[in-house]
């Protein structure tokens, strides 16, 4: 795989972040009954992110949680070896909540698919609202995000890589092309 074209930069990604922050408290009339999850991996991040910006603008820190899908997964059978499970933590309570699930590419709806189902064995949620990094399309399911950073066009022969500072030590978003 070779670099395509880089999509966002460190800036561009913090600018998507705070839109995205934004976009949820307004949509929400601000952030009562509000919590995040991530989905693990990049997503965590992306979710702490956007918590620590909507901290900032209304002076009050909301609920965040990481979320392992990977027994949900459709294609777990698929999978060669023993799959690596990781921790969840959601220390809070969902039930009658508004919650943003978070997560660094939307592609073909079934990553989403399986953290709800996930997300359903912590409870009841008021509303489940998608805030993603980057939108690919090429939906398999009927899945949308309710909040975007960026909608990238992109053919099924290439990929979208999330680089973030805390897993990878550089912030950008390239596609790659197969070679």
């Not at 966002?8 to 929400?28: M, S």
């Not at 009658?96 to 997300?119: E, M, Q």
């Not at 909040?147 to 390239?174: A, Y």
């Amino acid at each position: 795989m070779k670099e395509k074209a880089k999509i966002l930069d460190k800036e561009g990604v913090q600018r998507a972040v705070t839109r995205i922050a934004h976009e949820i408290i307004e949509k929400n009339n601000g952030i009562n009954e509000l919590c995040l999850v991530g989905i693990r991996n990049r997503g965590v991040y992306i979710a702490k992110r956007i918590a620590d910006c909507i901290g900032k603008i209304e002076s009050k820190q909301v609920p965040t949680g990481a979320l392992d899908i990977t027994l949900y997964r459709d294609d777990l059978a698929l999978a060669s070896g023993q799959p690596l499970v990781r921790k969840t933590e959601i220390d809070f309570d969902i039930n009658n909540k508004t919650l943003v699930l978070v997560d660094d590419v939307l592609y073909t709806g079934r990553t989403i698919r399986a953290a709800l189902d996930a997300l359903i064995d912590f409870g009841r949620p008021k509303t489940i609202q998608l805030a993603v990094l980057i939108d690919r399309g090429h939906r398999e399911l009927p899945i949308r995000a309710d909040f975007v950073g960026k909608n990238i066009p992109t053919s099924r022969k290439e990929s979208v890589e999330v680089h973030l500072l805390e897993p990878d030590g550089r912030d950008e978003v390239v596609i790659m092309e197969k070679d």
